[in-house]
């Protein structure tokens, strides 16, 4: 079964802390490509990275950070010095390798970064 | 910014009424996507397209119909609208490239529905 879970409901930090958004997924590809969206309180959904299966390398842009373990099948996001404006529901998702391409997404986080 | 529109932008309907939201892409993309996001839920498929006149159903189609006649529109119809059926409905768009290399989804705004 092709799955994304994003245990984390909720979470609420001050401005400047660091913070990890957790992100699991479970696919018997052996190819695949995993993927985090933003969508801040006006709606829109914001694509934010694309990781292969083949490049386990971390990924850092700016404040924010990826880290893909395949042996855990955890696909990691975090946020260097939050800022108010990083708050958002953030998405996991993953795309199925089949003639759809698809994304299978998890149910995200809300991220709530207080002044 | 991909190109992409979706309308209505909002739309309250009764039970039983037959609604029909359109997507409308400007960038030539291949695929496209219609998805709906409730709490809890994240968003999922409910039909897709990967051509003209070319239609797949995804995980929760019942209810729903779609229909591509152009590249650039991806109209989605709730033949007979029921309360359940209200959430925000997402279309999105993806290409493909010819070595097979998969494009990240670009996402139209939203169109919020709620069925009374």
């Known amino acids: 079964a092709q799955k994304v879970t994003q245990a984390q409901t909720e979470i609420s930090v001050v401005e400047k802390e660091d913070v990890t958004l957790d992100c699991v997924y479970e696919?018997?590809?052996?190819?695949?490509?995993l993927f985090w969206y933003k969508q801040p309180p006006s709606g829109e959904l914001v694509f934010l990275i694309r990781r292969n299966s083949f490049d386990e390398q971390n990924e850092i842009s700016g404040r924010y950070s990826w880290n893909f373990q395949k042996s855990t099948s955890s696909f990691n996001f975090t946020i260097t010095a939050s800022q108010v404006v990083d708050s958002a529901v953030y998405f996991c998702?993953?795309?199925?390798?089949?003639?759809?391409?698809?994304?299978?997404f998890g149910s995200g986080t809300r991220l709530l970064v207080r002044p | 910014d991909a190109g992409i529109t979706q309308s209505p932008r909002h739309k309250v309907t009764e039970t039983g009424t037959p609604v029909t939201l359109r997507c409308h892409q400007t960038?030539?993309?291949?695929?496209m996507y219609w998805y709906r996001q409730d709490p809890g839920h994240g968003l999922r498929l409910i039909h897709y397209s990967y051509g003209v006149k070319d239609t797949d159903k995804g995980e929760v189609s019942d209810g729903y119909s779609v229909s591509r006649s152009k590249t650039e529109d991806f109209l989605l119809t709730l033949e007979s609208a029921t309360s359940s059926q209200t959430s925000v409905y997402f279309c999105a768009i993806s290409e493909t490239g010819s070595s097979g290399r998969y494009n990240e989804q670009f996402f139209g705004p939203g169109t919020r529905l709620t069925v009374l």
């Open positions: 998702a993953l795309n199925l390798r089949d003639s759809s391409y698809k994304l299978i």
């Open positions: 960038e030539n993309h291949r695929y």
């Open positions: 696919t018997r590809d052996t190819t695949y490509y």
